[in-house]
T-cell receptor
Framework: AQRVTQPEKLLSVFKGAPVELKCNYS??????LFWYVQYSRQRLQLLLR??SRESIKGFTADLNKGETSFHLKKPFAQEEDSAMYYC???????????FGKGTRLSVIA | GAVVSQHPSWVICKSGTSVKIECRSL??????MFWYRQFPKQSLMLMAT?????????EQGVEKDKFLINHASLTLSTLTVTSAHPEDSSFYIC????????????FGDGTRLSIL
């Protein structure tokens, strides 16, 4: 079964502080992992995906198959990073995304 | 970029009525669309996978007769909540995947359904 776990419902950090949003997954095969972000009153947007290995808005995430994790990191948080972040997993084939419960990031000035 | 449009954005109606929500992929063709439901302060729960030209695949616990899905074309899927009741009040979000290998899912703005 596919499962995505985001242990923190809320994460508050000061501006300029490092951020790490945790995500662990459970899947028997080789999944694709994604991070989606939802800013206030906006639609869900793709932030990054593990196969791209890119940095978006200063965020990075590395897939650790040994620990089955895909934590989202940013070295210096900005106020505009405040949003809801969802980790998602997609299994093989044309299967839909399965989401974690989300973590609300609040960056305090 | 790929855009998914959802309509209406907000519906308020009386208990017992049926409500149709449309999901369109504006600049790409989507053979598969997905319908999610989101309760307040909770994550997105997959309801069903909508396949163009064939029957939708429903997740366990989702009533097929309550949530009718039609995917009549490569750019349009509809979700009809039949004989809606207050417990059906929720935020419904559709998603479509761009064609091709390893493409991400794109999401609509969602529809807030309030049943009185």
């Amino acid at each position: 079964a596919q499962r995505v776990t985001q242990p923190e419902k809320l994460l508050s950090v000061f501006k300029g502080a490092p951020v790490e949003l945790k995500c662990n997954y459970s899947y028997s095969g080789s999944p694709e992992l994604f991070w989606y972000v939802q800013y206030s009153r906006q639609r869900l947007q793709l932030l990054l995906r593990h196969i791209s290995r890119e940095s978006i808005k200063g965020f990075t995430a590395d897939l650790n198959k040994g620990e089955t994790s895909f934590h989202l990191k940013k070295p210096f948080a900005q106020e505009e990073d405040s949003a809801m972040y969802y980790c998602a997993l997609r299994g093989n084939g044309n299967t839909p995304l399965v989401f974690g419960k989300g973590t609300r990031l609040s960056v305090i000035a | 970029g790929a855009v998914v449009s959802q309509h209406p954005s907000w519906v308020i109606c009386k208990s017992g009525t049926s409500v149709k929500i449309e999901c369109r992929s504006l600049d790409f063709q989507a053979t598969t669309m997905f319908w999610y439901r989101q309760f307040p302060k909770q994550s997105l729960m997959l309801m069903a996978t909508s396949n163009e030209g064939s029957k939708a695949t429903y997740e366990q616990g989702v009533e097929k007769d309550k949530f009718l899905i039609n995917h009549a074309s490569l750019t349009l899927s509809t979700l009809t909540v039949t004989s809606a009741h207050p417990e059906d009040s929720s935020f419904y979000i559709c998603s479509a995947r761009s064609p091709g290998h390893n493409q991400p899912q794109h999401f609509g703005d969602g529809t807030r359904l309030s049943i009185l």
